[in-house]
């Protein structure tokens, strides 16, 4: 065994220029290795440890249950604990809006809430409030113990009843629950049960399942569908805590995606080491020839080569663990940088990891990583040890050729000649007389080329300002913002408010009088239903003439021109109401209801077309029609969004202009900007582009340790070659283009596999993630820079390397490459 270590230390020693590029290469594997289940498992820590932080904690909620239902399910042997809550109606308040809510002792603990101070309210006149709503309501020096004023509305018969007005006892104060505006105040049960008739009040019934112990978040969902089913409660009003349950469980979907990561990284650094070693190889047969003939056997053969891997590997890995060590906590918190926005999930995590609350560093990871690194690197020399164990002594003694597999062969073939010779010739003999190590070259690079370029077309769809563009028509938006079932403001009921429609020609003039603005286009709305629809209003979006073509080529199915259009009767079906209303279909009648001020009156239209068309454009309106058809099913002011457009993206005047051209309408009337919706998608997709190249760019450079290798090898093989044809009269300047063009071979055949087939499958990955809507992904973009980038780093590489090994070449003289025999 000892004669075993020192061939092996000798041969590391010998052979320290391939080493070290096996060294990198499993050095950077180590890395990914390390940083993909640390950064990952880091990442899911944080968002999970935000979640339970802030996150309610009941696994689903059943929405508008009875008290009988509630009754029976409180018993049921499969809930482990439950809560409740009932919506009571609203605070009266012109700035905000704030929820009067019932919620019991275990509904308050399962959406995690907290009391800063006092109690949960029991008699009719005890509320509950937060400092948030104290300041809406101006009466911020309040304290528990105090009584205060509140007008409100209460939820009767569907709707909300007229304004009234009660004094409360403040019971307890909770932390401020802003969110847009967004406020909430609680009520004891018994003021919920006086207001409401015992026959309209319809709970949230929170709940935990039992079973908690199966920890897989697809068993707890079934589970939850499973009482649901039990007791006829629908599937619409079924919400499951999604957020809560990955967190908290399993979520085989999360660990299969950090599986197959883990593959690609061992998949990369199993075919660059084999290529490596294989590669090499040649060059050692009659080395192993020779200890084979002074009795090494079989087993030892192998040893060796499993030796001199295990101990570069004894190297690497720490190195690659110590690297990523302190790579991970900074690659965890740059990704969190990249979040434009400031939002509750990104502020927690942010927090927790400032505060050293989540433990970024585990023993397993450390231990898994090292045993799929040595792994890696034995399957990786699995084909290099059978190959020498199974040569013999005399073959690989003889063995002149520079080619492994050639050896292998009884007759040998001629190889090619020319009556005239030239650099280019000189390296097409060469590249031709080793075929299977050029080949394994590329193909070994070529498969990381074409993983690159499929997720960069993905990437490159992902355009902030398409999906921006998708999300809002124009620079800017002015809509009206419905509500129905108020009774203290019947104003803002859709049918009310087209009888005196702030969305006039009145305004538009106004607005195109704003210096930037370039055009206003309107766009109406008429409300609808139908049976098919069942309980639910549909709306018919009106689409002015200006926007003619943009409707008829949106059409996917069917044909129908904008002229058509006009009449009234006939409409286009948005591809996404297909997913509520699968059954409908071109040629089907639709029994319309129309409801405005002058009562409700039927109309028979036909979908006559399917298409697809973004958000921006039908502003969730799926059944569209021309402007002048739609206005015919109205006498009053249909306009419901104008869609502005400017000369710049965003200007902040403009912007304050258009908030108090709708101030004295704000309740009706709300603006939106292109910009808050381009920073919203630009915040996301580039922290997902920053953690995608991030990786690739590691293992891009776990492959091209596969090209270095091979003009390194190439080189070595054939010093004496280089050195004789130099004698005859080859210059240095020659040598170079000779090398240049042996690299540029493998980096064309490493671009037209991974370019040229990666920009092919990238396509139907595009279809497919457009059709499932991923980052609202509209248009096909070929990543141009990605094949830029790719092709330009190839070149710059093999270039350089090219002047690297023509300057190490001439370092030795012609006479000692001449005498080469090894």
């Not at 890995?317 to 790579?327: H, K, S």
């Not at 009206?480 to 019947?490: D, V």
């Not at 206005?631 to 908030?659: C, G």
Request: charged share 20%; hydrophobic share 45%.
């Amino acid at each position: 065994m000892n004669i075993i270590v020192r061939i092996v230390k000798e041969n590391l020693r010998y052979h320290k220029s391939k080493n070290i590029l096996i060294g990198i290469a499993v050095f950077l594997t180590t890395i990914l290795l390390f940083l993909v289940p640390s950064v990952g498992k880091n990442m899911i820590d944080g968002q999970h440890a935000a979640i339970n932080e802030v996150y309610p904690n009941w696994h689903a909620l059943f929405r508008d249950v009875d008290a009988k239902t509630i009754d029976r399910l409180s018993s049921f042997h499969n809930i482990a604990s439950s809560g409740l809550r009932s919506d009571a109606g609203y605070i009266v308040n012109k700035n905000s809006q704030i929820a009067l809510i019932y919620m019991d002792n275990k509904g308050f603990s399962l959406s995690r809430l907290k009391l800063l101070e006092g109690k949960l309210p029991e008699k009719e006149n005890e509320i509950v409030i937060s400092s948030g709503v104290l300041e809406e309501l101006e009466q911020a020096d309040k304290k528990v113990g105090d009584r205060i004023i509140i007008p409100y509305q209460i939820l009767r018969d569907g709707s909300l009843d007229f304004r009234e007005e009660k004094e409360f006892v403040i019971t307890g104060i909770t932390e401020s629950d802003s969110s847009a505006k967004k406020y909430t105040a609680y009520v004891s049960k018994k003021f919920l049960e006086n207001e409401i008739p015992e026959n309209q009040i319809l709970y949230y019934f929170l709940f935990q399942v039992n079973g908690t112990k199966k920890s897989i978040t697809d068993d707890l969902e079934k589970d939850i569908n499973r009482i649901a089913k039990i007791f006829s409660i629908p599937e619409k009003n079924i919400l499951i805590n999604k957020d809560y349950l990955m967190a908290n469980y399993i979520d085989p979907s999360i660990l299969s995606g950090i599986l197959g990561i883990l593959a690609i990284i061992i998949i990369a650094g199993i075919i660059t080491i084999y290529s490596i070693y294989y590669i090499g190889m040649t060059e050692r047969i009659q080395e192993f020839g020779k200890l084979k003939a002074i009795g090494a056997t079989r087993f030892q053969m192998k040893q060796i080569v499993l030796g001199e891997g295990l101990g570069i590997a004894l190297v690497a890995v720490p190195i690659g663990l110590i690297m990523g060590t302190i790579i991970s906590k900074r690659a965890l918190l740059a990704f969190l940088s990249l979040y434009k926005n400031e939002n509750l999930m990104a502020a927690t995590m942010k927090k927790l990891f400032d505060e050293n609350q989540i433990t970024l560093y585990h023993w397993w990871i450390y231990l898994l990583t090292i045993i799929i690194a040595v792994l890696t690197v034995c399957i990786s020399l699995a084909k290099p040890m059978k190959i020498v164990s199974k040569l013999s002594e005399t073959d690989a003694i003889r063995y002149q050729s520079d080619d492994l597999e050639r050896h292998k062969k009884k007759k040998q073939r001629n190889k090619k000649s020319f009556s005239n010779i030239s650099v280019l010739k000189l390296s097409y003999i060469f590249l031709i007389g080793s075929k299977k190590n050029s080949m394994i070259t590329i193909l070994s690079m070529g498969m990381t080329g074409i993983l690159l370029m499929v997720i960069a077309t993905v990437l490159s769809c992902a355009n902030p300002i398409e999906s921006a563009n998708n999300s809002i028509l124009g620079q800017y938006q002015i809509q009206i913002n419905a509500e129905t079932g108020n009774k203290e403001h019947p104003e803002r009921e859709w049918d009310n408010i087209i009888k005196n429609n702030p969305l006039n020609e009145s305004l538009r003039k106004k607005i195109e009088a704003i210096d930037g603005v370039t055009a206003v286009a309107g766009f109406g709305f008429v409300k609808v239903s139908a049976e098919i629809f069942e309980d639910n209003t549909e709306g018919i979006c009106g689409i002015p003439e200006e926007y003619a073509k943009e409707l008829e080529k949106g059409i996917i199915e069917g044909n129908v021109t904008f002229e058509e259009l006009k009449s009234g009767d006939k409409v286009i079906l948005d591809k996404n109401l297909l997913h509520w209303y699968p059954t409908l279909s071109i040629g089907d009648m639709i029994d319309l209801t129309m409801n405005d001020s002058d009562g409700s009156h039927k109309k028979a239209v036909k979908i006559v077309a399917i298409g697809d068309y973004p958000l921006g454009f039908t502003n969730y309106n799926y059944l569209l029609m021309a402007d002048e058809g739609a206005k015919k099913l109205s006498t009053y002011n249909i306009n419901e969004v104008y869609h502005i457009f400017a000369k710049q993206k965003y200007n902040r005047d403009t912007e304050q202009a258009l908030k108090e051209l709708i101030d004295d309408n704000s309740n009706i009337l709300e603006l939106q900007t292109w910009k808050a919706s381009y920073d919203e998608w630009a915040s996301a997709i580039t922290m997902v582009s920053g953690v995608c190249y991030l990786f690739f760019c590691i293992l891009g450079a776990i492959c091209v340790m596969n090209i270095i290798n091979t003009m390194i090898h190439n080189v070595h093989v054939r010093k004496k070659e280089i050195g004789m044809m130099q004698a005859l009269g080859m210059t240095d300047r020659q040598l170079l283009i000779m090398l240049q063009q042996e690299g540029l071979f493998y980096t064309i055949g490493t671009l037209l596999l991974s370019i040229g087939l990666g920009s092919i499958l990238g396509y139907p990955i595009f279809l497919w993630s457009k059709y499932n809507g991923i980052f609202s992904i509209s248009r096909y973009h070929y990543p141009t820079s990605a094949a830029i980038i790719i092709s330009v780093v190839l070149i710059l590489i093999q270039f350089v390397l090219a002047l690297i090994l023509g300057k190490s070449v001439r370092k030795e003289s012609l006479i000692d490459r001449i005498r080469f025999s090894e």
